[in-house]
Every structure is written in C-alpha cells, then in structure tokens.
C-alpha cells in the first residue's frame, strides 16, 4: 500500500481555502459558465442575449429583436421593443448570479433560461458592459467595465426621451483577456436566426452586420421549417398533407406544457424528425418524441379499425411506431415552464 506523508500537511492550512463570490468568480473560470474562451464561448454570450428576447416574445412581451455587430471593435449589441425589466431589478439581474425572473412560472410561463446567470456572466467577461431597460417614461442604465462597475456612469430612473419602441438594450466587448479575439461567427448566427424565426412564428429578427442589415422572418412558422428540411434532403412529400396540432395543457404535477408538431407523410421512406424544447433543439429526441411517435400510433390504428379499413386477407393491420419512425417526418416543438 501506498504510504502517505502526512508532514505535507502544513502546505494545506485555512490559508489555502479561497472564495470568490459573484463576478470575480466568473472572471476566473469562466468555463464553467460558457463552457469556452474561444469563438464557442463568444457566440454563447450572444445566445444568452439572444435568448433573453426569445423569452420575452414567447410570453406576448416582445416581437421585435435587433442584433448588431462591429467586425472591428466586435460589440455586439441586442435590443427588443418589450417592456423593459423591472428598473429597481436591474442592477441585481446583472451583477448578481442567480438572479432573475424565470425561477418560478408568474412572469415567464415558459423560457429557455432557467439559472439566471446569463446576463451577470456576459458583464464579468466583457471588457465593456452597457445595459439599458425603459419602462414608462422613465430608464435606468449601468456601466462596467471587466465586472466592475462604473457608478460614475449611472443613470438611475431618469425621464426616458428616446425610441419608444425600445425596451431593453444590452450592448458589450468580450473581453480579450480572457477570449480569443475572435470575430463572432457570423455564418453561425445567420443559421440561429433562420431558425429562431420558423420556431416563433411572427418574432422579427434584424441583423445588422458592420451595416448591412438582413431580416429574419417567417409567415408559415413550423411547417416553413419542415418543407425547407425535406428538400434539403431530397425527400419526396405532398404539400397538401401537411397536419397540424397545437395546444396547451397541465401535467399531473401542474407543470404547463405546450405542443406544437407538424408532421408529413413522405413518399420516401426517410427518418426525418426535428424536436425542440423551450427554443433549444433536442438532438437526442426525448419523452416528447416518444410520446409522439406513440400517440400517432395509436391514433392511426384506432381510425383504421373503427372506419373498417383493414384488408380482408388480414387478420390485423397493425401501424407500429417503426412505420411511424420510416414514413413520417414532422417537428415536435414543447415548450414546458421546467
């Protein structure tokens, strides 16, 4: 067996025991909080706020998201047309970890964050932080720089003279201490807001790129998503049997649970099922396309027996959730308040 030195144990005193709290922490393990200090953990700062306005369109608050970013200087700023959050709020929603209006179901019923750390770790890693909420007529800012604040800067509940159209705007520089500096993949944002945009049908996304302003917006929603994904694939459908179920409903453990699918039966046998939970997609499927895929197997059968519809040379006609899985493709998008 190994022996041990216990004599070593002076090197590890009360002394040795550290705590950061808040920012500070942030600052020096940052990948446990965006998971990256590269181009990955810059584009994740801009999803959180990106996020954030997805949150507020989900709940009838917001329908338009501006984002902008400078190449050179790489700021990227974000601003949506809500209400604004609550101006006594603001400082603790982006200082302190942990803090936020999605821990419970009353503001948001449904919401991609659920930690409330986002905003408090896009101020600690940007080399300059500004955020602005309005509300009525007045506003309240903040400045920081690299997580400290700049109270010099404040303007505490001040009478608001600006676009009314405006609810919230953060805008920041990560900081290049602690990134790469690396441009914000700009090919990989296009792609999130094509997307963000068939998921939450009547959401306005504009991009503005070094100037160059392109828009994001989708009239059909799901189903504009399904049709550009089967003939990217070159899977042969009918556009008229496109079927359609929404709704809303309560578990038996009072969690509110939403469901949107949209679902096609190809010509081809092709697996072809995207599923989504609160904006965010689930490549491993889940409950919800399990549930799905049984419940629609359940529903054919149930149909082609009462309406007598099973050939006469056959005892049963039995459509497994196998056939299911070969011949139908569709999107199932939940969104659930946990």
């Not at 919401?111 to 750390?117: D, I, K, L, M």
């Not at 080399?127 to 404040?154: N, P, Q, V």
């Not at 949209?262 to 409950?287: H, P, Q, Y």
């Amino acid at each position: 067996m190994l022996e041990i030195d216990r004599s070593k144990a002076g090197s590890y005193s009360a002394s040795s025991m550290k705590s950061f709290e808040g920012m500070s922490g942030v600052r020096i393990r940052p990948t446990m909080y965006i998971k990256a200090t590269d181009e990955r953990g810059i584009f994740k700062m801009a999803l959180e706020l990106i996020q954030n306005v997805i949150d507020e369109f989900t709940v009838g608050r917001a329908n338009h998201l501006l984002f902008e970013y400078d190449t050179i200087t790489r700021r990227m700023t974000v601003t949506d047309n809500g209400c604004g959050l609550p101006l006594e709020s603001v400082f603790n929603a982006i200082t302190k970890l942990h803090s936020g209006g999605k821990f419970d179901n009353e503001a948001y019923e449904f919401h991609a964050g659920q930690n409330g750390v986002g905003l408090t770790v896009c101020n600690a890693l940007s080399t300059s932080f500004d955020f602005m909420s309005h509300r009525g007529d007045l506003y309240t800012s903040y400045h920081f720089e690299k997580g400290e604040h700049i109270k010099s800067e404040d303007i505490i509940e001040k009478k608001y003279n600006g676009d009314p159209n405006i609810g919230v705007r953060v805008s920041l520089i990560p900081d290049d201490t602690i990134f790469n500096p690396a441009v914000l993949d700009k090919h990989k944002l296009i792609s999130l807001f094509e997307l963000t945009s068939y998921l939450n049908k009547g959401l306005t996304i504009d991009l503005d790129w070094d100037g160059k302003k392109q828009r994001f917006y989708s009239e059909e929603g799901l189903k504009g998503l399904l049709t550009k994904e089967l003939k990217s694939r070159g899977i042969r459908y009918s556009n008229d049997a496109f079927v359609y179920v929404n709704g809303k409903d309560t578990t038996p453990q009072g969690k509110k649970l939403q469901a949107d699918i949209v679902f096609n039966i190809a010509n081809d046998k092709s697996e072809c099922l995207l599923s989504f939970v609160n904006n965010m997609r689930t490549e491993e499927d889940g409950t919800h396309v399990k549930s799905f895929r049984m419940g629609l197997s359940q529903a054919l059968n149930q149909y082609i027996k009462a309406n007598d519809m099973i050939p006469k040379n056959l005892s049963k006609l039995d459509t497994s959730s196998n056939i299911i899985r070969a011949y139908i493709t569709g999107i199932v998008s939940i969104k659930h308040s946990d």
